[in-house]
């Protein structure tokens, strides 16, 4: 559209500045780590400190602390929904080897390393943003619950509710303990899949 196309006395559209979005991908890197040490506690200035910026720098792209955690979320769902498709066959990357008892680990893991994982799935009070990701999550497990059952791998009786029982039960305990040791928290997801398997 050329100049003379544009509507009188309307500004031609701005481009966002270079350096506007690095620092917009800075703040969005930064709220993803510092939210995964620290979980749903976590603070802008945190994220602002983390990212080597101001907290105005923060509000400018992020407004409230809801608007950064719909940015963590997002991250999080598209990074946890492609490696359980990755893993599980449904993907157009599938290496399609894995079965439930490779995703329980998997699982464990992800939420010894990562705080706002646990919060997302344990809180009780939940921001709209952070209901989304659980939402999806579930919806991601009960599919793959459905199928290892299907396949004979997990006992028919076993229903999602079951398995958050047991996997938050097992999890939030070692966090709150602070106990973060890796072979622990494997130890567990195999008591899990020992409790659940046909």
């Excluded at 079951?162 to 567990?188: C, K, S």
């Amino acid at each position: 559209m050329t100049a003379a196309d544009r509507a009188p006395g309307r500004p031609a559209a701005r481009r966002p500045r270079a350096d506007g979005v690095r620092n917009r991908a800075r703040v969005a890197e930064a709220a993803y780590v510092v939210f995964a040490e620290r979980g749903l506690d976590a603070t802008v200035a945190q994220v602002a400190e983390r990212a080597g910026v101001g907290s105005a720098t923060v509000f400018r792209h992020f407004p409230t602390k809801a608007d950064l955690l719909d940015e963590v979320a997002r991250r999080w769902l598209e990074d946890w929904a492609g490696y359980m498709e990755r893993r599980l066959g449904t993907g157009p990357d599938s290496d399609g080897q894995a079965g439930f008892a490779d995703l329980l680990p998997a699982l464990f893991d992800r939420l010894r390393r990562d705080r706002f994982t646990l919060d997302v799935l344990r809180a009780a009070a939940r921001h709209p943003e952070v209901e989304r990701a659980r939402r999806q999550t579930e919806r991601l497990f009960t599919t793959a619950l459905q199928r290892a059952v299907a396949e004979g791998q997990v006992r028919p009786d076993i229903t999602y509710a079951d398995l958050t029982v047991l996997v938050l039960g097992a999890a939030g305990q070692l966090a709150d303990f602070e106990d973060f040791d890796p072979a622990r928290w494997r130890r567990h997801a195999d008591l899990v899949w020992a409790a659940i398997r046909a």
